[in-house]
């Protein structure tokens, strides 16, 4: 069982930054593949990124490369989603999920397992 709790959401403006964090409990957390979903108010669900277990391959959604990153420390059972540049567009409520035992990367949200509670981001213009 793995228990992801997700912090860092928060109103930000547009042009600037925002760092959210996802803490998760467990066992062999490097051998889990972790994801970032998000949830616009009246939309479904999105994939944002993925990070592979050792923190060596990360995927992206077209819509935020080269303005989002993904990382993890495996020591600190954290992962981290970097967002710069925010626009108003990136209002949501932002999930972690975690593969289970699997490293691989995936957008594919049927694909993981485990699933923090969300932080609420709010980007104003």
């Known amino acids: 069982q793995v228990e992801l709790v997700e912090s860092g959401g928060g109103l930000g403006q547009a042009g600037g930054s925002l760092r959210l964090s996802c803490a998760a409990s467990g066992h062999a957390f490097s051998r889990n593949a972790m994801g970032w979903f998000r949830q616009a108010p009246g939309k479904e669900r999105e994939f944002v990124a993925s990070i592979s277990g050792p923190g060596g391959v990360m995927l992206y959604d077209d819509s935020v490369k080269g303005r989002v990153t993904v990382s993890r420390d495996n020591a600190k059972n954290t992962v981290y989603l970097q967002i710069n540049a925010l626009k108003p567009a990136d209002t949501g409520v932002y999930y972690c999920?975690?593969?289970?035992?699997?490293?691989?990367?995936?957008?594919?949200?049927?694909?993981?397992?485990?699933w923090g509670q969300g932080t609420q981001v709010t980007v104003s213009s």
């Open positions: 999920a975690a593969r289970a035992g699997l490293v691989r990367v995936t957008s594919d949200s049927s694909h993981y397992t485990y």
